[in-house]
């Protein structure tokens, strides 16, 4: 796997992200990894990753909610617990649009290599059953990916509502405060159970093309 090593610090060092891409992908051919096990692999990759952002931003609710709930005690350090929860949602949050971003790319590729080598057929069953394979790991792969684009978009709108109360908390720490952001608790509920719906039907979609290709 040494190959695969050098070609992923070569990229660091390309400029023109096509090119990246080519090499990587090329390396790990010369060592016998196609780009459908790297397709796979990346979905179910994606697949944790979606699940850690899901963790990481029931945790900040966790915390949110004992900013609500706060009856004394040290308020600073329960909005600090917060701050800090909420950062580390949205830093999740932006890894699982990398892993997305990189199952799309190596779909791509996959399918424009696919394509161009169905003219290298001779026997045209062959061809005609190889571009029907094509055809159906394309609708396939499209529909883990919209899963996994509306399980994204879901953060954000979730987040943004957390990080606007984080943000008014900072600027007004008292109880006041905390009575004033308490009616926001049902609204940012609900953006949760919307993204855990999201997140539930972008894993069974995951779950459903490992199963199906990740033989």
Same mark, same amino acid.
Request: hydrophobic share 45%.
């Given at each position: 796997?040494?190959?695969?090593?050098?070609?992923?610090?070569?990229?660091?060092?390309?400029?023109?992200?096509?090119?990246?891409?080519?090499?990587?992908?090329?390396?790990?051919?010369?060592?016998?990894?196609?780009?459908? +096990?790297?397709?796979?692999?990346?979905?179910?990759?994606?697949?944790?990753?979606?699940?850690?952002?899901? +963790? $990481?931003?029931?945790?900040?609710?966790?915390?949110?909610?004992?900013?609500?709930?706060?009856?004394?005690?040290?308020?600073? @350090?329960?909005?600090? /617990?917060?701050?800090?929860?909420?950062?580390?949602?949205?830093?999740?949050?932006?890894?699982?649009?990398? /892993?997305?971003?990189?199952?799309?790319?190596?779909?791509?590729?996959?399918?424009?290599?696919?394509?161009? +080598?169905?003219?290298?057929?001779?026997?045209?069953?062959?061809?005609?059953?190889? /571009? +029907?394979?094509?055809?159906?790991?394309?609708?396939?792969?499209?529909?883990?990916?919209?899963?996994?684009?509306?399980?994204?978009?879901?953060?954000?709108?979730?987040?943004?509502?957390?990080?606007?109360?984080?943000?008014?908390?900072?600027?007004?720490?008292?109880?006041?405060?905390?009575?004033?952001? /308490?009616?926001?608790?049902?609204?940012?509920?609900?953006?949760?159970?919307?993204?855990?719906?999201?997140?539930?039907? $972008?894993?069974?979609?995951?779950? @459903?093309?490992?199963?199906?290709?990740?033989?």
């Amino acid at each position: 796997m040494s190959l695969v090593r050098i070609a992923i610090s070569a990229c660091l060092l390309v400029l023109t992200l096509g090119a990246c891409q080519s090499a990587y992908y090329g390396a790990l051919e010369t060592v016998g990894i196609e780009k459908r +096990e790297v397709l796979v692999d990346r979905v179910a990759t994606a697949r944790k990753a979606q699940a850690q952002a899901q +963790e $990481a931003y029931v945790d900040a609710l966790d915390a949110f909610r004992a900013v609500v709930a706060f009856d004394g005690g040290d308020l600073e @350090r329960t909005y600090n /617990r917060l701050r800090g929860k909420a950062e580390g949602a949205r830093e999740q949050a932006s890894a699982l649009g990398g /892993r997305i971003d990189a199952v799309e790319s190596v779909a791509n590729a996959l399918f424009k290599e696919w394509e161009a +080598e169905l003219a290298q057929y001779r026997d045209a069953s062959l061809r005609a059953r190889s /571009r +029907e394979q094509l055809a159906q790991t394309k609708a396939r792969s499209a529909q883990v990916l919209a899963a996994m684009r509306r399980a994204q978009a879901s953060f954000e709108p979730a987040l943004a509502r957390l990080e606007d109360q984080v943000l008014f908390l900072k600027h007004n720490l008292n109880a006041s405060a905390i009575g004033s952001i /308490r009616d926001e608790l049902p609204r940012v509920q609900a953006d949760a159970d919307r993204l855990k719906r999201d997140i539930e039907a $972008a894993v069974a979609e995951a779950d @459903r093309f490992l199963a199906e290709f990740g033989k």
